[in-house]
Nanobody
Framework: QVRLAESGGGSVQSGGSLRLSCELSGYTGSPYHMGWFRQHPGKEREGLVD???????RYTASASGRFTISRDNAQNILYLQMSSLKPEDTAMYYC???????????????????WGHGTQVTVSS
């Protein structure tokens, strides 16, 4: 059974940093396509960044320059390093994975078959 478990969320002040982790289990090998999304209260889930098994990453405008995605294929862990955090980054953050090679842009929820339960990030001013 595939399982994704995020950790690393918390409360920080504006300008601070956090590193989110997502541990994957139940996979045979490593999924091809992985990504991070976030969801603000009352809003739709928003794609931030994705990465393929070769380490090629794509960033949306919301994530570019402040967020860095990386993955450890041997350990099946996905990371999101976030810096210069702003109050508007406050949201629930989700990791997602899919074994397919779906290169659609912008990122879409429906292109990922497996999801974690999310980790809350709160940035205070």
């Amino acid at each position: 059974q595939v399982r994704l478990a995020e950790s690393g969320g918390g409360s920080v002040q504006s300008g601070g940093s956090l590193r989110l982790s997502c541990e994957l289990s139940g996979y045979t090998g490593s999924p091809y396509h992985m990504g991070w999304f976030r969801q603000h209260p009352g809003k739709e889930r928003e794609g931030l960044v994705d990465i393929d098994t070769f380490g090629r990453a794509r960033y949306t405008a919301s994530a570019s320059g402040r967020f860095t995605i990386s993955r450890d294929n041997a350990q099946n862990i996905l990371y999101l390093q976030m810096s210069s955090l702003k109050p508007e980054d406050t949201a629930m953050y989700y990791c997602a994975a899919d074994e397919g090679d779906n290169s659609h842009w912008p990122l879409r929820v429906q292109d990922f078959g497996s999801w974690g339960h999310g980790t809350q990030v709160t940035v205070s001013s």
